[in-house]
T-cell receptor, first 111, second 115 residues
Framework: AQRVTQPEKLLSVFKGAPVELKCNYS??????LFWYVQYSRQRLQLLLR??SRESIKGFTADLNKGETSFHLKKPFAQEEDSAMYYC?????????????FGKGTKLSVKP | EADIYQTPRYLVIGTGKKITLECSQT?????MYWYQQDPGMELHLIHY???????EKGDLSSESTVSRIRTEHFPLTLESARPSHTSQYLC??????????????FGPGTRLTVT
């Protein structure tokens, strides 16, 4: 079954420290993966997608098909990175091209 | 400005009442979605629509119903609210038919409490 797992509910780091938010997926086809972010009092919004291979706000995510992972990384965390982060998988199965979300990881960056 | 709107933002209502959560978008998108999210949990897709007169059930079974009479409007209705319906409801929209998968644009959400 298609599934997205984010093993950490909460991740707390100090400003300037590296951060890695973990995401593992289960999917039978060729996966399309995304990271969405929700800052305090703001809407859920797209952060990045693996197909773009881009760096957004210093964050990168590499798709590792062997480990079925799509971890989100940033070398030096900033306080403004504090937010909820959701990993999402595009499901082209029964739901006709809809997203499956993980439970989310709350990132807290301390000064 | 192109946006996606949800009303009300907060709703506290008694058991048995009929409620409609409104969602409208001026993004020009064909595809719209409703998600349900309990605190600390993942978003679950409950309904989606490809366009006018198209509605489909999502991955999570829901007692709610939706309609899509106009492209920009996708209301969700609960005929008889129950405490188990207490949750946050998020509406989203996206272009349909993009090759690389849809970027979804989310509304601010409606937090529903049924007493």
């Amino acid at each position: 079954a298609q599934r997205v797992t984010q093993p950490e509910k909460l991740l707390s780091v100090f400003k300037g420290a590296p951060v890695e938010l973990k995401c593992n997926y289960s999917y039978s086809g060729s996966p399309e993966l995304f990271w969405y972010v929700q800052y305090s009092r703001q809407r859920l919004q797209l952060l990045l997608r693996h197909i773009s291979r881009e760096s957004i706000k210093g964050f990168t995510a590499d798709l590792n098909k062997g480990e079925t992972s799509f971890h989100l990384k940033k070398p030096f965390a900033q306080e403004e990175d504090s937010a909820m982060y959701y990993c999402a998988l595009m499901n082209y199965g029964g739901s006709q091209g809809n997203l499956i979300f993980g439970k989310g990881t709350k990132l807290s960056v301390k000064p | 400005e192109a946006d996606i709107y949800q009303t009300p933002r907060y709703l506290v209502i008694g058991t048995g009442k009929k409620i409609t959560l409104e969602c409208s978008q001026t993004m020009g998108h064909d595809k719209m979605y409703w998600y349900q999210q309990d605190p600390g949990m993942e978003l679950h897709l409950i309904h989606y629509s490809y366009g006018v007169n198209s509605t489909e059930k999502g991955d999570l079974s829901s007692e709610s119903t939706v309609s899509r009479i106009r492209t920009e409007h996708f209301p969700l209705t609960l005929e008889s609210a129950r405490p188990s319906h207490t949750s946050q409801y998020l509406c989203a929209s996206s272009e349909y038919g993009r090759r690389w998968g849809d970027e979804q644009y989310f509304g601010p959400g409606t937090r529903l409490t049924v007493t």
